[in-house]
């Protein structure tokens, strides 16, 4: 059995752990209700370009490279994690679901692998799978033209024949104590994919829930009521053509600008959870060993009363 001393020496090191789990959780709060309203700030201008874009396809028979479907003989499977750990499940629910997709779709056709974060470089990296880029640090609250070279290279990719398809595996913020892991189809490009992922910007549960009607009716995927629901016209300078090859990239980018920060809300959310259990585990533990030290130093004045009376009994016999 420990010594009081060794049991005061834990309960002072339970209470210090205790500390930094409650400063962990503050933080994580705090980087969580941050990232979603970086998301939200970026939604109304996600969403604008989004009604532009219908206007537009639905005024021209064009359609450029990154909307047209081809068969699939090599895919991209991008799989989002964190850089750091201490968050709970979040990391091993998304490699475990990146694996079997990636399993999946190996099945019919190669397959390369991209990584965002450290956790899923790890992961990777000790298997057989083709990683074909890593990328790193993009931060708590990633700027737009920190995700750029992500988008960028898958762009490359797809433009130019490398990938005929291409899905990211990330976590979509649902609420603080539900997050799902997706699988998104980035290309070939749809319309209601990139509306769809937009949308889910608005958690479930919290004090942006309220946001969630506020979402304008931008028509069908593809401008087909867009003909019926505009009164005006776009004058196209210099060509229809012209502003959808800029503008379908720029969009592609702002999707996966939404997924990262999407990635972003989940891990902080799940750190903070994790860090609260970890706190309240804590407290459970210090209260234990409360216990245990007040029984056994209880017990080592008793024992040393005992002694006490027990020589005075012998001597005065």
């Not at 968050?87 to 490699?95: I, M």
């Not at 995700?147 to 990211?168: I, Q, V």
């Not at 997706?182 to 769809?196: C, G, I, K, T, W």
Request: net charge neutral.
């Amino acid at each position: 059995m420990p010594s009081t001393k060794a049991i005061k020496q834990r309960i002072k090191s339970v209470k210090n752990t205790r500390q930094i789990t409650k400063a962990m959780e503050v933080v994580s709060a705090t980087k969580m209700r941050k990232s979603q309203g970086f998301a939200l700030d970026g939604r109304p201008y996600a969403l604008a370009a989004l009604e532009m874009l219908g206007n537009i396809t639905a005024r021209t028979d064009y359609r450029p490279v990154l909307l047209q479907e081809r068969p699939v003989n090599r895919a991209l499977v991008v799989v989002v994690t964190s850089d750091k750990g201490l968050a709970g499940a979040f990391n091993a629910n998304v490699l475990r679901r990146a694996e079997k997709i990636v399993g999946e779709r190996e099945s019919e056709y190669p397959v390369d692998v991209v990584t965002v974060g450290k956790k899923a470089r790890e992961y990777f990296g000790s298997r057989s799978e083709n990683v074909v880029k890593e990328f790193l640090g993009f931060g708590d609250f990633v700027d737009p033209r920190e995700t750029n070279p992500l988008s960028d290279f898958m762009l490359a990719g797809f433009a130019h024949g490398r990938w005929d398809a291409a899905d990211m595996v990330y976590t979509n913020f649902r609420s603080t104590l539900k997050q799902e892991v997706r699988v998104a189809r980035v290309f070939p490009v749809d319309l209601e994919r990139v509306r769809e992922t937009i949308r889910n910007i608005i958690p479930e549960h919290g004090r942006f829930a309220a946001l969630g009607g506020a979402s304008p009716d931008l028509g069908s995927s593809h401008g087909v009521d867009a003909r019926e629901r505009y009164t005006y016209e776009y004058t196209c300078e210099p060509s229809s053509q012209a502003i959808l090859d800029a503008l379908i990239p720029h969009l592609l980018g702002m999707q996966i600008f939404h997924m990262i920060l999407e990635s972003n809300a989940s891990e902080h959310s799940a750190r903070m959870v994790a860090m609260k259990n970890a706190s309240e585990n804590a407290a459970d533990i210090i209260t234990e060993l409360t216990l245990q030290y007040n029984k056994q130093r209880q017990a080592a004045i008793t024992k040393e009363l005992t002694e006490i009376t027990a020589g005075k009994e012998a001597l005065e016999g």
